[in-house]
């Protein structure tokens, strides 16, 4: 099991800039696949974007694609979002999440999940 703490979220302006961090304690980080969702009021959470264990891969969805970018650094168990152009539609609580497969953790079957960090976008 893997514990997850976000942080790096809060309110900005449209067209501005964040970094949310997530930080993972508790096994191997470096072969856990990870992953940002975020969940908007009234609104299913939705994925965001997802990094493979080794890094090589990663996967956007095209509401965020060319404005989000995933990584991670595995010396620091830790994965970065970065957001540019930020939106208000962007506007949410964004949840990290881990998981031993890449491939279902698009489909949001983490294994671990934080505890959200809120994403205000204002016009």
């Known amino acids: 099991q893997v514990h997850l703490v976000e942080s790096g979220g809060g309110l900005v302006q449209a067209g501005d800039s964040l970094r949310l961090s997530c930080a993972a304690s508790g096994r191997t980080f470096s072969s856990y696949a990870m992953g940002w969702f975020r969940q908007a009021p009234g609104k299913e959470r939705e994925f965001v974007a997802t990094i493979s264990g080794s890094g090589s891969s990663t996967s956007y969805a095209d509401s965020v694609k060319g404005r989000f970018t995933i990584s991670r650094d595995d010396a620091k168990n830790t994965v970065y979002l970065q957001m540019n152009s930020l939106k208000p539609e962007d506007t949410a609580v964004y949840y990290c999440?881990?998981?031993?497969?890449?491939?279902?953790?698009?489909?949001?079957?983490?294994?671990?999940w934080g505890q959200g960090t809120q994403v205000t976008v204002s016009s």
């Open positions: 999440a881990g998981s031993t497969f890449y491939s279902y953790l698009k489909k949001g079957a983490a294994s671990s």
